[in-house]
């Protein structure tokens, strides 16, 4: 199986930017297609967005698009969320997750493996 620890959340202005990272131990991640989803206080968990296993597609939740970018570097075991022109509403605890599948799973139930998560915090 696959550990994953996220990395890069933190407190941030609107309209700022931060980089998620997402670290991938025990197996090589290029197996799997990599997520990232997000809780906020009170609220289910929501999917943002998805890249495959060789990183040559991705999907993203309307509420990022243009906003968020998912990538991926397989050599180093590594997932990424790039995050600018971030809202208040983009505050949660972002997850990055892996799924022993070829294609770009956007439901919770699809992800195998989850990491601890790291709290954006988002002020106005």
């Known amino acids: 199986q696959v550990q994953l620890v996220e990395s890069g959340g933190g407190l941030v202005q609107a309209g700022g930017s931060l980089r998620l990272s997402c670290a991938a131990s025990?197996?090589?991640?290029?197996?799997?297609?990599m997520g990232w989803f997000r809780q906020a206080p009170g609220k289910e968990r929501e999917f943002v967005a998805a890249?495959?296993?060789?990183?040559?597609?991705?999907n993203y939740a309307d509420s990022v698009k243009g906003r968020f970018t998912i990538s991926r570097d397989n050599a180093k075991n590594m997932v990424y969320l790039q995050m600018i022109s971030l809202k208040v509403e983009d505050t949660a605890v972002y997850y990055c997750?892996?799924?022993?599948?070829?294609?770009?799973?956007?439901?919770?139930?699809?992800?195998?493996?989850w990491g601890q998560g790291t709290q954006v915090t988002v002020s106005s």
């Open positions: 997750a892996a799924d022993a599948s070829s294609g770009l799973p956007s439901r919770s139930s699809d992800y195998d493996y």
């Open positions: 025990g197996r090589s991640l290029s197996i799997y297609a």
């Open positions: 890249i495959t296993r060789s990183g040559g597609s991705t």
